[in-house]
C-alpha cells in the first residue's frame, strides 16, 4: 500500500467523527442554550458553570478522563466513542453560546411585534425568534465545525485511526515525513476549504433575511 492511500484511509473516521459529534453538540446545546436563557438565576447560574467549565478545561483533558477514567470493570468506551462523546460535549458548550447569541442578536421589535400579535410567548419563539436566531447562528456553527474538523486529530493519541494517526504511522514506519505530512496537509485543506466557502456564503446570504 502506498503513503498516500495509506493517509487517505483515515478520512472516512476524520469526517465520521467530525460529523457526529457536531450533530451530537448541536443537540446537546439546545437545553443548554435554554438554560443560558433562563430568567431565574437558580436555573442559569449551573448552566453558565458547566459550560464554563467544559469550554476551559483542555479537549485532551476530558479525552483522557473519559477515556481512561470511564473505564471501570465490565462498562470501557472504545476509542472511537470517547472521541466523539468528548468532542460532542466541548462542541454543545461552545454551540450553546452561538445560540444564545444568535437568540440575542435577533431585534427585540420582533418579540413586540409578536405580543402586539397576541402569540403566546411560546409560539412567539417557535415562529418568529428560533428562525431568524437560526439564520444568524448557521455560519458560526458552519464556522466551528472546521475547529471540529481539526480537533478531531487530537484523538489520535489514544488510538483513533483517523488521517493524524495514520500520517504519524506512515511518517515512522517508511521515514518519509515530509511527504506524509504533506499528504496531511493537502487533504485538511480538500475537506476544510470547501466548509469555510460554504461559512462565508451563508453568512452573506442569511443574514440579509433577519428581519430589523
Known sequence: M???????????LTLGITAASFTLGALLALPLAAGLRARHRAARIPVRLVVDVVRGIP??????LLYFGLSVGAFRLDAVQAAVLTLGGV???????????????????????SRALALPRAAAFATVIAPQAARIALPTATTFALTLLKDSSIPSVIGVTEVAFRTVEQARSTG?????YGVAVALYIVISVPVALLSRYLDHRLRKKVAR
Not at 479537549?59 to 483522557?64: D, E, N, T, Y
Request: net charge negative.
Open 91 to 113: 462542541s454543545a458548550a461552545y454551540l450553546a453560546e452561538t445560540y444564545r447569541g444568535a437568540v440575542a442578536a435577533v431585534d427585540r421589535g420582533q418579540w413586540e411585534a
Open 176 to 180: 518519509q515525513g515530509l511527504p506524509a
Open 2 to 12: 502506498d503513503l498516500f492511500t495509506a493517509i487517505v484511509r483515515g478520512v472516512p
Open 59 to 64: 479537549i485532551l483533558v476530558w479525552l483522557f
